[in-house]
């Protein structure tokens, strides 16, 4: 079998989500030993082998779910008659989906949200930051790391444009202008994203749900947006505000991978 290492790399540098799965254990007569290893891409392509038969297609049914829901799978199978393979043995092994990081989509670059993007330098998280104001981007010093958007307010468009949706999306918004938060939460959430926040108080947030249910026709209105952002951990300035959202996306990306 070609080097695992070279072969994992290749799909890295192609960022394409798959699967790796490792068996960890095996007693009795397996068809496979410990250290037997297979990848699995999302359109179910595969390198490398378990054991075959109804033990891989069952791996192969998990590791799919695993790139689906971006989460790491033990699994134990024992090889009897359901199985059609009467080995009789026991099968152990573990699946981790692969080149998922999350990436956050920050609106607006003030303060708050330039603080956010230095914490999470390093961080799990890809980082874009996005703002509508001319040249804006200009006089800030972000890290490398943080990809930066310039959007118009004129083509609301070029909002939606640039967020990737998806179960890796994590979305802040935290905009200079109420209308445009507005907006955005409005289209985030008729798209799919992992964690939708907004800055504001608890009033703002009862006007946008009453907004969102009465003028855009969306139900569950504000039950899906986390506002006011962030831990309560009783600090107001922009950095201590910043270190408490980080906190929280932090807090929503490993439970995610341990649930």
């Known amino acids: 079998m070609q080097n695992w290492i070279t072969l994992l790399a290749e799909f890295k540098q192609e960022q394409i989500p798959i699967a790796f799965i490792t068996v960890s254990k095996c007693l009795g007569s397996t068809p ?15 390198y490398g082998t378990i054991g075959g038969g109804n033990l891989e297609f069952k791996a192969i049914d998990e590791a799919i779910i695993a790139i689906n ?19 009789g043995g026991k099968v152990e092994f573990i699946i981790e989906p692969m080149n998922q990081s999350p990436e956050l989509f920050l ?10 993007c230095k914490l999470l330098v390093d961080m799990p998280f890809k980082v874009n930051l996005i703002d509508s104001r001319d040249d804006w981007f200009s006089n800030l010093e ?4 943080i990809a930066t958007h310039q959007t118009t307010e004129t083509d609301f468009k ?8 998806g179960s890796n999306s994590y979305v802040l918004v935290l905009t200079h202008n109420h209308a445009i938060d ?4 409005a289209m985030a959430l008729q798209n799919q994203t992992k964690f939708l926040g907004l800055i504001g108080s608890k009033t703002k947030k009862v006007r946008f749900n009453n907004m969102l249910i009465k003028e855009m026709n969306i139900p569950e209105g504000m039950t899906n947006v986390v506002c006011p952002i962030g831990l309560d951990i009783g600090g107001h300035t922009p950095k201590e505000i910043a270190i408490s959202v980080v906190a929280q996306l932090l807090q929503v990306h490993y439970k995610s991978l341990a649930n």
């Open 32 to 46: 496979c030993v410990v250290g037997s290893r297979m990848i699995v891409t999302k359109d179910k392509q595969i």
């Open 69 to 87: 829901e971006n989460r790491i799978i033990e699994s134990s199978y024992t090889l009897g008659p359901e199985f059609e393979q009467c080995c």
């Open 107 to 116: 609106f607006g670059a003030g303060h708050i949200g330039v603080e956010i």
């Open 142 to 145: 972000l890290d490398s790391s």
């Open 158 to 165: 070029t909002f939606k444009d640039v967020v990737k949706w």
């Open 182 to 185: 507005f907006d955005i939460i």
